[in-house]
């Protein structure tokens, strides 16, 4: 059997992933028990509760469309800060001549602000984008129920906590739903819209459409720990990390991601983003969470040793002032090949192949869960995820499509190969081990138009 080549994509194969691209992101609209022309329920008005980085951006996609926003936060401090990155963005667009100053003035002067969350109370929509906390986020919610007119559309933009357990400290679960924006929101072209248990219909075609007039790409997930997109992005990430404790070096896994067709590898990505991003809830889980299974905590350890990411100058690179440039840096690879040492794992040269297949197939098995629990309606909606909100190469049309490509009996010989050497993680989807057995791919699961 010859293996698949990764690395080299002809301009036919191109071109039919450019055209899967087309089809996923216009069948992502359609919702099969929510009939097209569902009336939706008016939004002239909306307001965001937490002026972040994600809520200045979520104002300014809103904005963009004509809708007047009231950003909300409880710090006035925070609230500055907010409005002011507002005007930042908007004036980076001027000048990068994407936007005329015309046009930004409209759009800012849409956009007011506000320290009492009283002020949701003319709101047609809300959009929470709190820290990422149960305890505030329902605490919100409750306010929510209290001052929001009835009717009015309560949505959290969580990027993985359980929207029915937000929904239900309310008295109006059916109005409440998640809407996973990503960062930069008011860039990025995915909007993940997170049905709970009680959303009602047209709340969701609302947020549908919605995401659409902004310009974006709605996707509907299920409730699940990280819904679509972060919850293949945690078997993507966790392979990585434990390629590198296997034997691969941050910078030879970056490049093979990169020959993959990546913009950038994951290691150059988390300095990006800060290897702190979720740091304190991974320590908090430590204490609780299975035993009988590896996991990777040399992040954790990075953020110990202050290797923040180009922020702190280091991180699983070195940076030098003023660069962004990802550097090697030798005492970095010397912690993480005394790490191994000390995991007992024995260090082995891992070729590229290989590093791109436990990138993958990880997402591939998990997008196989996904769709079996009907997390995600059909694979085309995890392939649009991924290429619209995570970077995923075009020219591979997405995670799901690349697998039937490759062909699914292959692509679960190595899952069971990988299993059988490190356990539990590679578990393979019975959804997968069904479709091979029938000798069917993931194509065959896209429901008929
Ligand atoms: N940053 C990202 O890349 C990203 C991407 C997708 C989703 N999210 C999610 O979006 C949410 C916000 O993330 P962020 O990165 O914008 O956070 P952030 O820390 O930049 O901003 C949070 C804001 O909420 C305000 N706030 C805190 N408590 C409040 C309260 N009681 N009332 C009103 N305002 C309050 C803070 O003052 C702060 O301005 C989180 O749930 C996060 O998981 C973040």
Redesign the pocket.
Known sequence: MTSFDFFHVSDDERARAAAHARMAASEAALIPDIPADTPLRPVNRVAV???????GGIALSLASIGIPVTL????AA?LER?LARVKDLCATSVQRGKLAQAEMDQRLALITGSLL?ADVSDADLVIE????DMG?KQ??FRQLDAHARPGAILAT???GLDVDAIAAVTRRPQDVVGA????PAHVMKLLEVVRGAQTAPDVIATLMNLGRRMGKIAVLARIYPGFIGNALFRNYTREAHFLVEDGALPHEVDEALKKFGYAMGIFAVHDMAGNDVGYQTRKAQMATRATDRRWNDLILKLCDQGRLGQKSGKGWYRYEAGDRTPRRDPELERFIVEESARMGLPRQAIDEEELIKRCLYGMVNEGARLLEHGIALRPSDIDITYLTGYGFPAHHGGPMYLADRIGLPQVLADIRRLHAQYGHWWQPAPLLEQLVRDGRCFADLQPER
């Open positions: 509760i937490g002026a972040g980085t994600m809520g909300i936060d409880s710090s925070g907010g969350i984008a709190v820290f990422e505030l605490d919100i933009n969580t990027s996973h924006f990503f960062s």
